[in-house]
C-alpha cells in the first residue's frame, strides 16, 4: 500500500453500551482512539472488549450511545456501508473462495478495479504471493491469518479492527505476526483497534491500552504507564505481575509512611490515592523485579529503602532469572524475580533473606478493592 | 493364544460386515443378472438363456417408459419444491429466534415418524373430501409434503455447522444481505441443500405407497412396476433398474475423481 | 485521548425500534409461511379428516356422515388384531435382525475400510438408485422353490427348524413369514446402517487406545466406549427401520401369502378395493397411535430426545 493517505479520523465512543436482557455487556462508555495509532482493548474473556468492537464495525447495534468516524456519525450505518474493517477471531475467511478471491471480496463489492492487480501487490505486501490459488483449508494458520489481514487492509478502511487475531497462533508464531502487524500498521498509517486478553500482545503493539474488565474500562493509556501506575488492583494484577502489602497509614508528607506487617514502608505522596489520612488503610504494591533479594546474613544495614524480612518457600529457576516465593510477615507470598547475573550463588528455599526496594518504586491502591482481581491462575512467566 | 482370539474377533467383525454388504447388494446382481434373460412365459424369475433383447429394446414394453418419464419430471418438480420450501424453513430454525418453534420442529418431525400408509391414508381422506381429481397434481403435492421434512433435517445440519462469522465478515466487507446471501451463505450451504435435494429426489422417484394411494389412473415408474409383479415382469424393467444403478455410481465415482483431481492440482 | 469507565450505569432507556428491527423480525416467519403452510394443509388437516372419517358411518351410494360411531374402531380392531399384531411382530424382528447385520457393517466402514471406505459406502448407498419394488422382486427369484439359497437350507436341516416354529412351510420359504421379515429387512438395511456409520464415525479412535490402555480388553471396549457413543445412531436408525416397516405392505404382498397380510395391506384394500373408509382411517389412526407411542417411549428411554 503505496498510495493515498487514508482519510480517516479520531474514532470517538461516547455513551456506547450494549444490553442483552438483563445481562449489561458493556456498561456506557466514552473513548476516543486518535486517527493513525494502534490501540488495544485488553480483558479477559467477556470482559466486553469483543462486544465494544463489534460495536464499531456495526456488527452489534448499540444499546445506547453513539459511534462516530471522523466527526460523522456512524451509529445507524449498516456494517456493509461503515468504512470500517475486520480481522476476525479464526479469520472466517470463506472457505469456497480461493485466496485471491477471498482478498477480493471487498473490492469487487464496491466495484473498486483494478482487482487483480490490487490483489496481486496487497498479497505481496503480505508475502502471499504464491498461494494465490489456493483455498483456506490448504493454508497453514499464520498464512490463514495474513490472508484475512489482506482481505481487510485491501480496502482502505479508515479503521482496521482486530479481534484476537493471533489467537489460534502458537507462541513463536504469535511474537512473529506480532511485530508483523505493527510493521503493516506502521507502513499504512491505518487506525488499528485490537482486541486481546494477551498482556504482553498489548503491550508490545499498542500505543495506548484500554484494560476492560465487567463491561468497564479499568484503566487507559500507554503500555509503560499502565504498568508502573497501576490504578486498581486489577490493573496491577492482570498487567503482569505485584506484591499487593495491606497497610495502614502512619504519617503523611511528601512522603507517605505506612505500617505493614510489623515494620514500615515509604512512598511518595503522589503515587498514592488521594486523600491519605493517617490510621487510613491502603494496599501497597511493588512489582516482583524491583525488589532486591540478599541473605539475612550479610544484608546492608539500613539505606533508605524500604525492607522486608522473611523466608524463601519456593525457587524456580527459569534460564535468565530466578523466581522466588517469599513469606513474610507482610504478605504470605511474596514473588521477586532475579536476574541470574552471577554475582552471587542463586538461594535455596528455606533460607532467611531481606527484601529491599526503592521507596519510589511503590505504588498504593484504595485499599477498599479485592486484591486477587485480575489474578491469572495459570500464568504466561515473562 | 489370546493374540490368536483378538485377532480372530477382529476379523468377524470385518467378515460379519462384508457378509451384510452381499446381502444389500446381491438383489441387485440379481436384477442385473436377470437383465439378460429370456424368460419363458410372462414372469422374469428364472433363469433360461442369455439375451441381449430387452437392452436392445428398453421401451419395447407398452407405457414402460411412459411411466418412467413421469416419474422422472414428478421428482424432478417435488425435489424444486421441497428443496426450495425446505431450504426456507431449515435457514428460518436455525437463524432466528421466534416463538411456535417448537410446534415447527414437531410439525417437521411428525411426517418422518409416521408410516407411510398412514400419510397416504390420510391425504386420499383429504382429496376425496375436497373433490379433487386424482393425478399428476395430487401425486406431486404429496411428494413435495413427504420430501420437505428430509430436505429441512439435511441443509440445517449444514447451516447449524456454518460459522456465523462468515456472514458478518461478508458484510463487514461491503456485501449489502442480498449480496451476502448469494456470494456466501448460499455456496456454503450448497452441499447440505444438494444433499437435500438428492434424497428428495430419490424418495420421490422411488416412492410406491403414497404415490399408490393418490395417482388415481396415473401410472409412474415404480406402479408400473407394481402392476406388472400381477400381470407379468418384463425383462426390461431389470434393463431400467440396472441402468440406472449403473449411472448412480457413475456420476459417485466419476464425482469422486474430479474432486482429488482438483484437490491434487491446487496442491500443487 | 480520555476515556471513563462509565460511572454506575444509568437506567438504560429501551432501545428505539427501528424499521429495520421491526422488518427484521418479520423474516423468521416470512421463510417459514410456505413450508409450514404446505405441511398444516397437506399433512396435519388430512389427519384431522381421517379422523372425522373414522367415526362416520354410511355407504358410498349415500355418502358418509360423522355420527360419532366408535364401534368402528371396536370393529376393526376385532377383525384385524391378527394383521396388527403380525405387523408389530414382524417390523420388531426386521429391526433387530437390522441392528444385529446393520452395526457390523457399519463398524467396518467406520474403522476398518480404509481407503475402501468410499466405495463400500456408495455400495451401501447405491440400491436406491434401483426401484425398491424391483429390488424386492429379485428376492422371488433368490428365494425361489427348488433354488440354490432353499436347497442350502434344507441341506443344512435350517428349514426343518423354521417349519417347526412355523417362519416357513415345509420346502418352502417363498410365501412365509420368514420371506417376509427378510425382504422388509434387506428394504430397511441401509435406513440401519447409515445412522450407525454417522455415529461411530464420530467416535474419536484415540478412545479405543485410551480404553486399551486402561485394561480393557476389546470386547469391554465396545461394551463401555464404543456402544454408549453409538447409541443415538441405534436410535435413529432403529425408529428409521421399525416406523417403515410397521406400516408397509410392499413385501407382504409381493413374498408373502395371504397368511402374511400385514395391517398396511388391509389399510390399502379397504381404502382402495372395498372403499370402506371408515374401518380403513380407523386402522390407519390406531396404527399411527401405536408408532408415535413407540417413537416416544423409545427416545424418552434413551434419552436422546435432541436426535431429530
Not at chain 1, 453513539?66 to 476476525?88: E, K, M, Q, Y
Not at chain 1, 509512611?257 to 511493588?286: D, E, F, N, Q, Y
Amino acid at each position: 500500500m503505496t498510495q493515498q493517505q487514508t482519510t480517516g479520523g479520531d474514532v470517538r465512543l461516547t455513551g456506547i453500551s450494549k444490553t442483552y436482557g438483563s445481562f449489561t455487556a458493556v456498561h456506557p462508555l466514552d473513548l476516543t482512539v486518535p486517527r493513525g495509532s494502534f490501540f488495544a482493548l485488553l480483558g479477559a474473556s467477556g470482559c466486553g472488549k469483543t462486544t465494544t468492537l463489534r460495536m464499531i464495525a456495526g456488527l452489534e447495534e448499540a444499546t445506547t450511545g453513539t459511534v462516530s468516524l471522523g466527526g460523522r456519525d456512524i451509529t445507524a450505518l449498516p456494517p456493509h456501508r461503515r468504512p470500517v474493517n475486520t480481522v476476525f477471531q479464526s479469520y472466517a475467511l470463506f472457505p469456497h473462495l480461493d485466496v485471491t478471491e477471498n482478498v477480493a471480496f471487498g473490492l469487487r463489492r464496491r466495484g473498486v478495479t483494478p482487482v487483480k492487480k490490487r490483489v496481486a501487490e496487497m498479497l505481496d505486501l503480505v508475502q502471499l504471493g504464491d498461494f494465490a490459488r489456493r483455498r483456506p483449508h490448504q493454508l497453514s494458520g499464520g498464512q490463514q491469518q495474513r490472508v484475512a489481514v489482506a482481505r481487510a487492509l485491501i480496502n482502505h478502511p479508515q479503521v482496521l479492527l482486530l479481534d484476537e487475531p493471533l489467537g489460534a497462533l502458537d507462541l513463536s508464531l504469535r511474537r512473529r505476526m506480532q511485530l508483523e502487524l505493527k510493521r503493516i500498521q506502521t507502513e499504512v498509517g491505518i487506525t488499528f483497534v485490537h482486541v486481546t486478553h494477551d498482556q504482553e500482545e498489548a503491550m508490545t503493539m499498542a500505543d495506548t491500552v484500554a484494560v476492560m474488565n465487567g463491561g468497564r474500562v479499568e484503566q487507559l493509556g500507554a503500555p509503560a504507564d499502565l504498568y508502573e501506575n497501576p490504578r486498581t488492583t486489577f490493573v496491577a494484577n492482570f498487567l503482569g505481575t505485584s506484591n499487593l502489602i495491606e497497610a495502614e497509614i502512619v504519617s503523611a508528607g511528601t512522603d507517605v509512611v505506612v505500617s505493614a506487617g510489623g515494620g514500615t514502608l515509604r512512598l511518595p505522596a503522589g503515587r498514592c490515592p488521594a486523600p491519605t489520612p493517617p490510621g487510613g488503610r491502603l494496599l501497597v504494591g511493588i512489582r516482583p523485579e524491583k525488589i532486591s533479594l540478599d541473605p539475612a546474613a550479610d544484608a546492608d544495614p539500613d539505606d533508605g529503602r524500604n525492607r522486608v524480612t522473611g523466608r524463601i518457600t519456593e525457587a524456580g529457576f527459569l534460564g535468565a532469572s530466578t523466581q522466588y516465593l517469599v513469606e513474610s510477615p507482610a504478605g504470605k507470598a511474596l514473588q521477586v524475580y532475579e536476574q541470574n547475573t552471577g554475582h552471587r550463588r542463586s538461594l535455596a528455599p528455606g533460607s532467611e533473606v531481606v527484601l529491599r526496594w526503592d521507596p519510589a518504586h511503590t505504588f498504593a491502591l484504595d485499599a477498599a478493592q479485592d486484591m486477587e482481581a485480575g489474578v491469572q491462575s495459570v500464568q504466561d512467566t515473562p | 493364544m489370546t493374540r490368536l482370539l483378538h485377532a480372530l474377533r477382529r476379523r468377524l467383525v470385518v467378515i460379519a460386515g462384508l457378509l451384510t454388504l452381499a446381502y444389500l447388494v446381491l438383489p441387485n446382481a440379481v436384477v442385473m443378472v436377470f437383465s439378460f434373460n429370456r424368460p419363458n412365459g410372462r414372469f422374469n424369475y428364472t433363469w433360461q438363456r442369455f439375451s441381449l433383447d430387452a437392452w436392445k429394446d428398453p421401451c419395447g414394453v407398452a407405457d414402460l417408459c411412459g411411466s418412467l418419464s413421469l416419474s422422472l419430471r414428478i421428482a424432478a418438480l417435488a425435489t424444486l419444491g421441497a428443496t426450495v420450501l425446505g431450504t426456507m424453513i431449515a435457514f428460518a430454525l436455525v437463524r432466528y429466534r421466534f416463538r411456535a418453534r417448537g410446534a415447527v420442529n414437531s410439525l417437521i418431525f411428525l411426517p418422518m415418524a409416521m408410516p407411510e400408509v398412514v400419510m397416504a391414508a390420510s391425504l386420499l381422506t383429504l382429496f376425496l373430501n375436497m373433490g379433487a381429481e386424482l393425478g399428476f397434481r395430487t401425486v406431486l403435492i404429496a411428494h413435495i409434503m413427504f420430501c420437505l421434512s428430509f430436505v429441512v433435517t439435511a441443509v440445517k445440519a449444514r447451516v447449524m455447522s456454518m460459522d456465523p462469522r462468515l456472514e458478518e465478515a461478508a458484510r463487514d466487507l461491503y456485501a449489502g444481505p442480498a449480496q451476502t446471501f448469494l456470494r456466501v451463505t448460499l455456496p456454503i450451504a450448497a452441499p447440505g441443500i444438494a444433499a437435500g435435494a438428492l434424497l428428495a429426489f430419490a424418495l420421490s422417484f422411488d416412492d410406491f405407497i403414497i404415490t399408490n394411494f393418490n395417482a388415481g389412473s396415473t401410472v409412474t415408474f415404480p406402479m408400473f412396476v407394481w402392476g406388472s409383479a400381477q400381470r407379468g415382469t418384463p425383462v426390461q424393467i431389470n434393463v431400467i433398474g440396472t441402468a440406472m444403478f449403473a449411472v448412480a455410481v457413475a456420476v459417485v465415482v466419476v464425482g469422486q475423481l474430479v474432486a482429488d483431481r482438483r484437490k491434487s492440482r491446487a496442491e500443487k | 485521548m480520555s476515556a471513563t469507565g462509565g460511572p454506575p450505569a444509568p437506567p438504560a432507556p429501551a432501545p428505539p425500534v427501528r424499521g429495520r428491527s421491526v422488518r427484521k423480525r418479520l423474516v423468521p416467519y416470512w421463510l417459514l409461511l410456505p413450508g409450514v403452510l404446505w405441511l398444516l394443509v397437506f399433512f396435519a388437516l388430512p389427519m384431522v379428516y381421517q379422523a372425522s372419517t373414522s367415526v362416520q358411518t354410511g355407504s358410498l351410494e349415500e355418502g358418509f356422515r360423522v355420527t360419532w360411531h366408535l364401534a368402528t374402531y371396536k370393529d376393526a380392531l376385532a377383525d384385524y388384531y391378527p394383521q396388527f399384531l403380525r405387523s408389530l411382530l414382524y417390523a420388531g424382528t426386521a429391526t433387530l435382525l437390522c441392528l444385529l447385520l446393520g452395526y457390523p457393517l457399519a463398524y467396518l466402514i467406520a474403522f476398518k475400510a480404509g481407503r475402501w471406505r468410499n466405495l463400500v459406502l456408495v455400495l451401501v448407498i447405491a440400491p436406491f438408485f434401483t426401484s425398491f419394488l424391483i429390488r424386492t422382486l429379485a428376492w422371488k427369484t433368490i428365494l425361489a422353490d427348488g433354488g440354490a439359497v432353499v436347497e442350502a437350507l434344507k441341506a443344512l436341516h435350517v428349514l426343518d427348524v423354521t417349519s417347526g416354529l412355523g417362519w416357513t412351510e415345509g420346502d418352502r420359504v417363498l410365501a412365509t413369514p420368514m420371506a417376509v421379515v427378510c425382504g422388509l429387512t434387506y428394504n430397511f438395511l441401509p435406513f440401519m446402517v447409515l445412522p450407525l456409520y454417522t455415529s461411530l464415525d464420530r467416535i474419536d479412535p484415540r478412545l479405543h487406545e485410551a480404553a486399551g490402555d486402561l485394561y480393557a480388553t476389546a470386547a469391554t471396549t465396545f461394551r463401555t466406549v464404543t456402544l454408549p457413543l453409538s447409541m443415538p445412531g441405534v436410535v435413529a436408525g432403529t425408529l428409521l427401520t421399525f416406523i417403515p416397516a410397521s406400516g408397509d405392505y410392499v413385501n407382504a404382498e409381493l413374498l408373502g401369502s395371504t397368511d402374511t397380510k400385514m395391517v398396511g395391506s388391509v389399510i390399502q384394500s379397504q381404502f382402495l378395493r372395498v372403499l370402506d373408509y371408515p374401518t380403513a382411517a380407523a386402522l390407519s389412526f390406531i396404527l399411527m397411535a401405536v408408532v408415535l407411542l413407540v417413537v416416544t417411549v423409545h427416545i424418552r428411554r434413551s434419552g436422546t430426545e435432541d436426535l431429530l
